[in-house]
């Protein structure tokens, strides 16, 4: 019998509504539901925070079926299954530590099919019990999260993943989607062929993630610059990433030593550590996780304002995953790398060891190595973070600047008299004889009065010295910065030995100019910091957290599964003062308005009396007022410019600003002056193109219109028109 194929948009809306608030979808989930409604294979690909979740969850509410979830971590089993029974939806999960009562409790509800999702992971799906339990049920679709863990050529490679290939020969009438944050095109092809996909719907969403910002400077000293990154975000969420579980506990105990609220997370921890800390975290009673990548995917707090790595993780996907999970709730977030190439040369001995395992397999290695080459290249490439991180996984980027990345807010900056501190540095490894390592060499330098030093006579180099009263740290990053630049080698044995190569020769000579990087004394603030704060009340969005923790407590639940800080911040800018209009905000679905709707209004209406502050304030033209809050003397100088017909390049010019700024402006302006044409910014022709595909396509997301007009319009052009178009529709309204 086939599936009916009948379920409108309107109905798909109307369940996403009920249970989490939305009133609108993100890019491709409409497309990712219908596979799933319809019982088509899929492979959805989307960005950490970008809405994979909905994809599996509606198709099961609305065709009243229950589907099985497969997922690698318990604690992500039990925060999606905590969240969703938050919201009303029935779901349950089977994983190991459960107690006897609660196992045969959970498949009573399964055998009955009181859940539309059951979580498991792929150990336990196939088991003789399992399967008779589900069997009986005629499940008609799986969903596999984190579904790169089945390819040998992606980041997190699990060889209990690829049993799940039997899927296809247990359950032939069932459907199989697979869904993943990171996947480059080779791994996604990987991924279709091990499940045995077929005909399968590829739904590939933008990697890109704007809200974040990325920023990767020179390795100094860790744990100060690690401080320096988390005092921009007070009392935020927080993950410091190490590749040590050594380093996670030092890590951990210096941030402590500063006061901040901080624990270690690594897989040495026995599992009752490792599930305090994370409950902790979860709970907010602590900020700062400090853990290796085993802290990974089993997070799901969505308001951690920054993710560092205190080392260069071992590939782009980690790094995409890791630092994916910032920003979840769309607000924005920071990203911070601290970079060596000592972390390289790391990562390629532990490489090493794992080749030398019999066990290993050659091609695992290979893989491995590539996608360490990748990362290293990302690290030392002087480009847009956002655009190289886009191409990597086969997508444009079509911003001229970011402004959300070190490179594109000018924070990074070449040392003065680079080239003369290689000559150093260069010189005194040849004076040397090549036979020393790093840190012997910093030593002469420094003039260092070290046993070693003396024993060699190197004292009496002419180098020695050279270099007094440089940061020991600071020195060892230059000296880094050579060996990436390819100016320096490193020998490969146990005890590696600094080489000159004929690039070292042609700096001596002064044949070769040599830049070395150094971050700036301050970070820039952004565009987001400013946008995602306008018009919210700091201390009701204080207050609203306090309470979100309080009811969170009392319910033995992660805070976050309440209410996003996104949906509390709307919360603290609109004000709402009734029932209707906090249903109103995105993230507030019919049980949460029933279950905490009252308490919530209820401190905002106390909150807004002692204050003395109107109610629905976004519903008034004070409100508007607060929401566009106060202009910049640059953007009110490039109001005043596109007002009298100024043209981007031309407001670009007398601002000062970056290019991509003046875009940003200019669309701003649009919004809040509303102007009868884009003529001065838009001919007639893009415009109508643009009008025609909005109406065609039924949507305001810009992706699925540039696909549309064949990537013939510039993002910054139908930003624009679509803002446009929404003045006119408001106006009608008015």
């Known amino acids: 019998m086939s599936p009916p194929t009948s379920w409108s948009k309107t109905d798909i809306l109307a369940t996403v509504h009920r249970y989490w608030g939305f009133s609108e979808l993100r890019p491709l989930q409409e497309q990712a539901i219908r596979a799933g409604l319809e019982r088509r294979d899929?492979?959805?690909?989307?960005?950490?925070?970008?809405?994979?979740?909905?994809?599996?969850?509606?198709?099961?509410?609305?065709?009243?079926?229950?589907?099985?979830?497969?997922?690698?971590?318990?604690?992500?089993?039990?925060?999606?299954?905590?969240?969703?029974?938050?919201?009303?939806?029935?779901?349950?999960?089977?994983?190991?530590?459960?107690?006897?009562?609660?196992?045969?409790?959970?498949?009573?509800?399964?055998?009955?099919?009181?859940?539309?999702?059951?979580?498991?992971?792929?150990?336990?799906?196939?088991?003789p019990r399992f399967l008779q339990l589900i069997e009986r049920l005629q499940v008609r679709a799986f969903a596999i999260d984190e579904a790169h863990c089945i390819s040998h050529w992606g980041h997190d490679f699990r060889p209990e993943y690829r049993q799940l290939a039997e899927l296809k020969t247990r359950f032939p009438q069932a459907s199989v989607h697979a869904y993943t944050a990171t996947a480059t095109a080779r791994v996604r092809a990987d991924i279709a062929e091990q499940l045995r996909l077929q005909n399968p719907a590829v739904l590939v969403g933008t990697f890109d993630r704007p809200n974040l910002?990325?920023?990767?400077?020179?390795?100094?000293?860790?744990?100060?610059?690690?401080?320096?990154?988390?005092?921009?975000?007070?009392?935020?969420?927080?993950?410091?990433?190490?590749?040590?579980?050594?380093?996670?506990?030092?890590?951990?105990?210096?941030?402590q030593a500063n006061r901040l609220r901080a624990a270690f997370y690594h897989a040495g921890m026995e599992a009752d550590e490792r599930r305090r800390t994370q409950d902790s975290f979860a709970s907010e009673e602590i900020d700062v996780v400090a853990a290796t990548v085993a802290f990974g995917m089993g997070i799901d707090r969505s308001d951690v304002r920054c993710v560092i790595h205190a080392a260069m993780p071992k590939s782009i996907e980690h790094y995409q995953q890791e630092t994916g999970r910032a920003g979840r709730d769309g607000l924005e977030a920071e990203c911070v790398l601290l970079y060596s190439a000592a972390d390289?040369?790391?990562w390629e001995s532990l490489i090493e060891k794992s080749a030398a395992d019999a066990s290993a397999r050659v091609e695992v290695i290979a893989a491995a190595r590539e996608l360490l080459e990748h990362m290293r290249r990302f690290c030392t490439a002087v480009h847009c973070r956002h655009r190289r991180l886009s191409e990597y996984f086969g997508q444009e980027y079509s911003k001229p600047n970011c402004e959300a990345c070190d490179l594109c807010l000018n924070e990074v900056e070449g040392l003065a008299d680079a080239t003369v501190t290689a000559q150093k540095i260069l010189s005194c490894v040849a004076r040397a004889g090549?036979?020393?390592?790093?840190?012997?060499?910093?030593?002469?330098?420094?003039?260092?009065?070290?046993?070693?030093?003396?024993?060699?006579?190197?004292?009496?180099?002419?180098?020695?010295?050279?270099?007094?009263?440089?940061?020991?740290?600071?020195l060892i990053n230059m000296l880094y910065q050579l060996l990436d630049d390819g100016l320096l080698e490193r020998t490969a044995e146990e005890r590696p030995v600094l080489r000159l190569n004929d690039a070292s020769r042609d700096v001596l000579r002064g044949?070769?100019?040599?830049?070395?990087?150094?971050?700036?004394?301050?970070?820039?603030?952004?565009?987001?910091?400013?946008?995602?704060?306008?018009?919210?009340?700091?201390?009701?969005?204080?207050s609203l957290r306090t309470l979100r923790r309080q009811v969170a407590d009392e319910r033995d639940v992660p805070a976050y599964v309440l209410f996003s800080d996104a949906t509390l911040r709307d919360m603290a800018r609109v004000r709402p003062g009734s029932k209707a209009a906090l249903l109103g905000i995105r993230g507030v679905g019919e049980r949460k308005l029933a279950d905490l709707g009252p308490r919530f209004l209820e401190l905002i209406a106390t909150y807004c009396r002692a204050k003395e502050l109107p109610l629905d304030a976004a519903l008034g033209s004070r409100s508007r007022r607060q929401r566009v809050g106060k202009l910049n003397d640059a953007k009110e100088t490039a109001f005043e410019l596109f007002a009298n017909g100024a043209s981007v390049e031309q407001v670009t010019t007398r601002t000062g600003r970056a290019f991509g700024t003046t875009w940003g402006y200019l669309a701003e302006f649009i919004q809040n002056r509303r102007?009868?044409?884009?003529?001065?910014?838009?001919?007639?022709?893009?415009?109508?193109?643009?009008?025609?595909?909005?109406?065609?396509?039924?949507?305001?997301?810009?992706?699925?219109?540039?696909?549309?007009l064949g990537g013939k319009v510039p993002y910054e052009q139908i930003r624009l028109v679509v803002a446009h178009l929404n003045t006119r529709r408001d106006a009608r309204y008015r």
């Not at 909905?54 to 099961?60: E, I, S």
């Not at 009573?108 to 799906?125: K, S, W």
């Not at 700036?520 to 400013?530: C, P």
Request: proline share 5%; charged share 25%; with cysteine.
């Open 511 to 542: 044949k070769r100019t040599v830049r070395l990087l150094q971050p700036k004394a301050e970070v820039q603030k952004t565009r987001f910091d400013e946008q995602s704060w306008e018009g919210v009340d700091h201390g009701l969005f204080e």
């Open 344 to 346: 390289v040369l790391r």
């Open 213 to 255: 910002i990325y920023r990767i400077v020179p390795r100094v000293d860790a744990q100060m610059q690690v401080l320096q990154a988390l005092r921009r975000h007070p009392g935020a969420a927080a993950i410091v990433y190490c590749i040590s579980r050594k380093d996670t506990e030092a890590m951990a105990e210096a941030l």
């Open 675 to 708: 102007p009868e044409g884009l003529d001065p910014w838009i001919n007639q022709k893009i415009y109508r193109s643009v009008a025609d595909a909005v109406k065609e396509l039924g949507t305001e997301y810009l992706q699925p219109i540039f696909e549309r």
């Open 42 to 127: 899929s492979l959805v690909v989307m960005p950490t925070g970008g809405g994979k979740s909905l994809c599996y969850q509606v198709p099961a509410e609305l065709a009243r079926r229950t589907d099985i979830v497969v997922s690698p971590l318990i604690s992500l089993m039990k925060d999606q299954v905590d969240g969703l029974r938050e919201s009303g939806y029935p779901a349950g999960a089977l994983y190991s530590g459960m107690p006897l009562d609660t196992v045969r409790e959970t498949e009573a509800q399964i055998a009955a099919g009181r859940y539309r999702l059951v979580f498991v992971a792929p150990e336990r799906l196939l088991t």
């Open 434 to 474: 090549e036979r020393f390592g790093a840190e012997h060499i910093v030593d002469v330098l420094l003039g260092a009065n070290t046993e070693r030093v003396r024993r060699w006579r190197h004292e009496e180099l002419s180098t020695y010295a050279l270099m007094k009263g440089t940061n020991r740290k600071t």
